[in-house]
């Protein structure tokens, strides 16, 4: 009991800024000890750090990790930073007072973590990266990555244009005009999608990126983007959005100047969630390059293995396809997400 009140006690101070809720939604403050931390239980108590809600994929991506830990039998804390680094680091932190005994986070940008992966490393808590990886040379500050590869993703998008350069050249002038819709400035997978893009479309030189802003991963942000866009470049050709969210958002932009998305205006997308892959379906997107989100499985598993000891590959490679609209038509009926 007495255990019990002093989580509670740091799950107050977490509340301040930040959007925590335990697996049973009760802000952050259930679960008896961790197997090797607060004791007094085998059960493992997970601290989980999402970045937000930004996205259809963050979602489907949230979902996953709540059922998976409630399935392993794995008490989760999870805490929503909203977008926000400095709440993650607030959540961290809590995790670490809380003496969890596995700290599992989505770093929201890409720089910044080595200090308080360093107090986790003091406290001994294990971390477990999961979708998107930190920039630090200091790999013995987390146990291992499991994520996407961000970069032949964007590859993947890139050489769909290069293959079908012909008939995303939807001016006729001779010249692909792409506008870029990147993701949350700083974040691994805006970085890695723009990099991945670039490369497979250097083979090309009548591809040229116009016009590259970030819009948050967030449908409005891409709706705002591309409004801006289509009032400062003339003849836009191609919209790469680095997720679904804002593609959807430049559909509207896009349909609201009275053009016609996936036809005078090509999309290429990533992620793959349901509200794409039916935009997909309908021809308003042309291509998506598959991010699954559905991590909470092999998360779990490697939160047991890394909590008992056992050795773990230190990176974690998700498996991903990509589809074109006859692909989406054939899968749409069965997509959980
Ligand atoms: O890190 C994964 C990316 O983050 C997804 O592509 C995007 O939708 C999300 O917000």
């Not at 004791?39 to 979902?63: C, H, L, P, Y």
């Not at 005994?101 to 200090?115: N, Q, R, Y």
């Not at 005009?177 to 893009?197: M, N, S, Y």
């Amino acid at each position: 009991m007495f255990k019990k009140l002093m989580t509670v006690a740091a799950g107050v101070v977490l509340a301040g800024g930040l959007a925590a809720c335990g697996s049973d939604g009760d802000g952050g403050s259930g679960g008896s000890g961790g197997a090797g931390g607060s004791g007094g239980s085998d059960e493992i108590t997970m601290g989980f750090a999402q970045v937000g809600a930004e996205s259809g994929w963050r979602t489907a991506n949230t979902k996953s990790i709540q059922a998976s830990a409630e399935e392993a039998g794995i008490d989760l804390k999870f805490s929503d930073a909203q977008q926000k680094q400095e709440n993650q680091i607030k959540a961290i932190r809590s995790y670490i007072q809380q003496k969890v005994d596995v700290i599992a986070f989505s770093p929201v940008v890409e720089t910044g973590w080595d200090t308080v992966l360093a107090e986790a490393k003091r406290a001994k808590i294990p971390v477990i990266l999961t979708d998107r990886s930190v920039d630090s040379d200091d790999t013995s500050l987390y146990k291992t990555f499991l994520g996407s590869d961000f970069v032949l993703e964007g590859e993947k998008a890139g050489q769909w244009l290069v293959d079908n350069a012909k008939t995303s050249d939807t001016n006729g002038d001779g010249a692909i005009k792409v506008v870029e819709l990147q993701g949350t400035t700083g974040a691994a997978p805006a970085i890695d999608r723009k990099t991945g893009f670039e490369d497979k479309i250097a083979a090309d030189d009548t591809i040229e990126i116009a016009a590259s802003q970030t819009g948050d991963f967030t449908r409005d942000g891409g709706k705002k983007v591309m409004e801006s866009f289509l009032k400062s470049q003339q003849d836009i050709d191609v919209v790469y959005a680095h997720n679904d969210d804002m593609g959807l958002g430049a559909i509207e932009a896009i349909e609201a100047a009275g053009k016609k998305p996936g036809v005078d205006i090509k999309i290429i997308t990533v992620d793959a969630v349901k509200d794409g892959m039916t935009a997909l379906s309908e021809g308003k997107i042309n291509f998506i390059v598959e991010c699954n989100p559905l991590l909470g499985p092999q998360l779990m598993e490697l939160a047991k293995k890394v909590v008992a000891g056992e050795e773990v590959p230190e990176r974690v490679v998700t498996e991903e396809t990509v589809f074109d609209q006859e692909q989406a038509k054939a899968v749409l009926a069965d997509r959980q997400y």
